[in-house]
């Protein structure tokens, strides 16, 4: 048994669809939250869950993100990986109640948490007086946000934090996956090559008899793997060129847009970004998609945040709740 089955609550009816349920060539990001920090009805604070491949990797956990996995019919229980930007409750207010009903599933499996230092004492804390004994190993990897460090060397992914620059310390994360593997080019091969033969050429070895000559160079058999592919969370933070760098090229960009230009010198004074500094971040580090979120509540519509952005950076998307990006879908 699989430990997801293993740990849905039995009073909690969730299932994953065929439509919802990873597949071996997933890359898709879904908005949970996309607000900031002031209640809004109809937005929620910070939340981002990451699909990649049979994994899912949930990055800002603000207030009511469970309900927010409910909705989107996504098991908690399959979550390994849980990134947080930053100490300001709107990106992990959520994440204690998070943590907790893992526990009343009955989870065992290990959960590795990254942020920075201090959220290991406020739940620590929390759990103390509560006197909530988590029954699964709870991992906590503090991350220095004053430089960018690998987190996670996964078979499949390399997870890095982006320092950005807010009014406390605060990471990004980068999400950058390995070359993938060759595609096998099944025709152009004898029927009956063994199965082992096809497994070393779709990893790329040459097939060398006993005398050390090659009977199917891998070249031959073989297309390159689709390229890498890779998403960068950039949290709150003011406009800051080193980003520039550390993001470069990326599939898609999540860059914070607190204001519209008009307010840039209230954005500078309380450590946030416009959409026309997003957008000139985006286009600076030449990604491929630019997705903006973190309005303020002060602003009912989004669509100048939008225009702003488009007019610097095209490929520009606002952040919503529900929102899919399949990076998938995308043309190479
Ligand atoms: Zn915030
Ligand atoms: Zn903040």
């Not at 109640?97 to 004492?121: I, V, W």
């Not at 759990?127 to 004994?133: M, V």
């Not at 070895?205 to 390159?224: C, K, L, R, W």
């Not at 520039?244 to 230009?261: P, Q």
Request: hydrophobic share 35%; net charge negative; charged share 20%.
């Amino acid at each position: 048994m699989s430990m997801t089955e293993n740990l849905a609550p039995a009073e909690t009816p969730i299932s994953e669809t065929e439509s919802t349920r990873p597949s071996s060539l997933t890359f898709k990001l879904t908005i949970l939250g996309a607000g900031s920090a002031t209640p809004t009805l109809g937005r929620h604070p910070t939340a981002h869950l990451l699909t990649h491949n049979n994994e899912y990797y949930l990055i800002d956990c603000g207030e009511g993100t469970q309900y927010r996995l409910l909705e989107q019919k996504i098991r908690p229980g399959r979550l390994h990986h849980i990134f947080i930007s930053h100490l300001h409750g709107d990106h992990y207010f959520g994440l204690a109640p998070l943590l907790s009903s893992l526990n009343l599933a009955g989870r065992t499996e290990d959960l590795h948490l990254y942020g920075p230092k201090g959220l290991d004492d406020i739940l620590t804390t929390i759990f103390r007086y509560s006197d909530t004994r988590l029954g699964y190993p709870l991992h906590f990897h503090p991350v220095d946000a004053a430089y960018p460090t690998v987190l996670a060397d996964l078979p499949e992914l390399t997870i890095s934090s982006i320092p950005l620059e807010h009014r406390i310390a605060c990471s990004g994360y980068l999400f950058r996956e390995k070359p993938r593997k060759p595609k096998l080019l099944r025709d152009k091969l004898p029927a009956d090559v063994p199965v082992e033969y096809l497994k070393q050429l779709k990893e790329g070895h040459d097939i060398i008899d006993g005398q050390g000559q090659v009977i199917y160079a891998a070249e031959d058999y073989t297309t390159p793997g689709p390229p890498p592919r890779s998403y960068a969370f950039c949290s709150d933070t003011r406009y800051n060129e080193r980003l520039i760098n550390l993001v470069r090229h990326v599939d898609l960009l999540y860059h914070e847009a607190t204001f519209l230009e008009d307010n840039a010198k209230r954005a500078f004074e309380v450590f946030h970004a416009t959409a026309r500094q997003a957008a000139t971040i985006a286009a600076r580090a030449e990604v491929r998609h630019l997705l903006i979120g973190h309005f303020s509540s002060r602003y009912k519509n989004f669509q100048a945040f939008l225009k702003e952005a488009r007019q610097i950076f095209p490929q520009t998307s606002l952040a919503s709740e529900g929102l899919h990006i399949d990076i998938n879908d995308w043309q190479y």
